[in-house]
């Protein structure tokens, strides 16, 4: 099984939803069809989540469920111990993948001590499959030569039309890493831009559907998070939309570098 065909193509963010929201918009999502969620340690909803899961009925075989191992567990000491906290949250005995959200700031602990955690959280079980998330290429390819393309099921990384980071991309793809796309609608910005509501005219589509399908048609996956049940349903239908090479083209073009998540203190040097 490669990286590209185990991680689902589109998937329920939960970025900054907590408390109720949170359950209301997994509940939603999971009764809408969703089986893909991603939660992170950092997001503080593991347990809400857990609960909107017990509650929906949904087999746990039927879920993709990926967290995020912040970056104070990254360690010996604490990456093992919080992996288990999380999955007690969650209400499983695993997740199907677990990331390293940040790299550890000033590399204070080593990136293959952090690899090494996780294969062997692997080897117990404890998640499925291991994977990156806001590596550039430099930090890519170190991951890459400590254990190997094969076990870096994605790299999860802001990507969107306005910022598509077309050198990480590409080496992801040479090197068979496949991109999970978060951040994908810009907050929103993609929405009220012209040149996606024109084609959004032109397909029938929406917008965020538009922007969706362009990342998917890219071959990334997509995480889009919502809590309006009406936009949950919408986002879900994005893979029906097929876009033109020459539309694509048109997204293609509105590049311009433009970063929305840039934590100072954590980002690494970016391409």
């Known amino acids: 099984m490669t990286s590209s065909t185990f991680v689902p193509p589109l998937g329920l963010g939960t970025f900054r939803l907590t408390g109720q929201t949170v359950i209301d918009s997994v509940a939603s999502g999971l009764a809408l069809g969703y089986r893909a969620i991603d939660t992170a340690q950092i997001y503080g909803n593991e347990a809400e989540i857990g609960q909107a899961v017990a509650e929906s009925g949904v087999s746990r075989d039927d879920l993709f469920l990926t967290t995020k191992i912040w970056t104070d567990n990254l360690g010996r000491a604490r990456l093992a111990a919080s992996l288990r906290e999380s999955l007690d949250k969650l209400r499983t005995d695993r997740v199907d993948l677990t990331l390293i959200h940040w790299p550890s700031p000033g590399s204070a602990v080593p990136l293959a001590e952090t690899l090494a955690l996780l294969m062997d959280a692997r080897a117990q079980g404890l998640t499925r499959a291991i994977g990156v998330s806001n590596f550039p290429v430099a930090l890519l390819q170190h991951a890459i ?3 190997g393309a094969q076990n870096i099921a994605t790299n999860q990384i802001e990507l969107h039309p306005y910022l598509q980071s077309r050198r ?11 991109i999970t796309s978060y951040m994908t609608l810009g907050y929103g910005k993609l929405l009220q831009d012209p040149h ?23 071959g990334f996956s997509v995480i889009p998070s919502s809590t309006r049940r009406e936009n949950l349903a919408s986002n879900l239908a994005a893979p029906e939309v097929r876009l033109s090479d020459e539309q694509m083209a048109r997204i293609d073009a509105l590049e311009r570098a433009e970063r929305l998540v840039d934590p100072q203190g954590l980002a690494p040097h970016w391409d």
């Open 196 to 218: 996606i509501q024109t084609i959004a005219g032109e397909t029938g589509a929406t917008a965020a559907q538009v922007t969706l399908a362009w990342a998917m048609q890219r």
């Open 168 to 178: 990480l991309t590409a080496f992801a793809a040479e090197h068979g890493v496949h």
């Open 145 to 147: 030569d400590i254990v």
